[in-house]
């Protein structure tokens, strides 16, 4: 007798909400999924069509208020009511996003799982004299909160945000499961197939230094600006690649009063074989967060052989090991004088050998497997 695989329904996010790091950890653990445990999983993605509605409106349309109204409504209304009606068709949910939390309210709890990247969108309620929000932010966080203690299992990627889970007594750690993210075959030292062009083919002409990531405030974008502009009194041919992130009305100012406008190139929408280019050309990789819950872009830049300089902070540390070189959270003076000695003499970054060993202990067939025995388990339970 066959056994007839169960079904997993995997939430992602709305792709219009343009978080490049959430797509592609659903898009990861949905294909090694379907690849590797098709005979106990059957995996389907689930997403349905986001709807503007304010976004519609005279006046309104290109306004920022308009679309985070529209993701409040999607997110809070659209896709719930859809993942209900199509509850009865699966064994098992997983919702890849922990800030989607909120959709376990008309799910069955005792199947389903999420994946808890960080502890940000909770700290409001946390610690609310550092994180002030209105109200309404508020109300909205107790609702996803309230969704993720209801979780059958919670996965997590470091040992820093299990730290901090239970530091604020968050999930019962019975529930816990470590599911480290991974690297996709694109990011390695050697290109496997050629990278489309960059709409600038001028960068690899030139040294650069190079940040991927969001531009929200715990990414320091601030200090990445400051130490750049620095830098470039002492080298002029330097430029800055930032790839993804839309700038703030604070950063662009801060660009325009830095005068750095023509040594800044920003992508969004980049392939991956484009990203995995660029890791490899850059002189220094950065990171200069003061938070992360993993921190994707160092495990990815290691994978490359790029030299990666990070923030000294338990979470980087750990993903990082000794294979990145780190720095005081915005101590502006020593990212400027570590960046100048690694342009200057690059030997004396760590080896090519010590950053792929420490790339290599990442993998998203691992992350897969880990994440498939949790819901088989339940199936026991």
């Not at 376990?104 to 994946?115: C, F, N, S």
């Not at 409001?124 to 203690?149: D, F, K, T």
């Not at 819950?293 to 790029?306: D, K």
């Not at 070189?325 to 003076?333: A, E, H, L, Q, T």
Request: aromatic residues 8%; positive net charge; hydrophobic residues 40%.
């Amino acid at each position: 007798m066959v056994n007839t695989p169960h079904r997993l329904a995997l939430f992602y996010d709305y792709p219009e909400e343009d978080w490049p790091s959430m797509d592609l950890c659903a898009q990861m653990l949905h294909k090694h999924l379907k690849h590797e445990h098709n005979n106990e999983l059957e995996t389907i993605k689930i997403c349905p069509p986001f709807v503007s509605r304010l976004q519609q409106l005279p006046g309104l349309s290109q306004q920022k208020v308009a679309f985070n109204g529209d993701r409040l409504l999607n997110r809070f209304w659209d896709y719930p009511h859809h993942a209900k009606s199509i509850a009865h068709q699966f064994k098992f949910f997983h919702i890849c996003d922990h800030s989607y939390a909120q959709m376990i309210h008309v799910l069955p709890p005792e199947r389903t799982g999420i994946y808890c990247h960080d502890i940000d969108a909770f700290r409001s309620l946390l610690n609310p004299p550092q994180e002030i929000r209105p109200a309404w932010y508020r109300a909205m966080s107790r609702r996803i909160l309230a969704g993720i203690q209801k979780a059958a299992v919670v996965f997590y990627s470091t040992a820093e945000v299990r730290r901090q889970i239970e530091q604020f007594s968050l999930i019962l750690p019975e529930r816990l499961v470590q599911a480290p993210l991974g690297i996709s075959t694109e990011f390695s030292p050697n290109a496997h197939a050629p990278a489309a062009p960059l709409p600038n083919a001028q960068i690899s002409q030139t040294p650069f230094l190079l940040h991927v990531g969001s531009c929200i405030p715990r990414k320091r974008i601030d200090v990445l600006l400051e130490v750049f502009a620095t830098l470039r009194q002492a080298y002029p041919n330097l430029s800055l690649v930032k790839v993804s992130g839309d700038w703030s009305v604070a950063q662009q100012t801060q660009i325009a009063q830095l005068d750095l406008h023509k040594s800044i190139h920003h992508f969004h929408g980049l392939e991956r074989s484009q990203i995995a280019a660029l890791y490899r050309q850059a002189s220094v990789v950065l990171q200069p967060s003061e938070a992360e819950g993993f921190g994707l872009p160092i495990i990815e830049a290691l994978a490359c052989g790029s030299t990666v300089v990070a923030s000294d902070i338990p979470v980087l540390r750990e993903v990082g090991g000794n294979a990145a070189i780190y720095c005081p959270v915005g101590d502006i003076k020593t990212w400027i004088e570590t960046l100048s000695r690694l342009i200057d003499l690059p030997q004396q970054a760590p080896s090519l050998q010590t950053k792929l060993k420490q790339a290599s202990k990442y993998s998203w067939s691992t992350h897969a497997s880990i994440i498939a025995q949790a819901y088989l388990k339940l199936r026991n339970s």
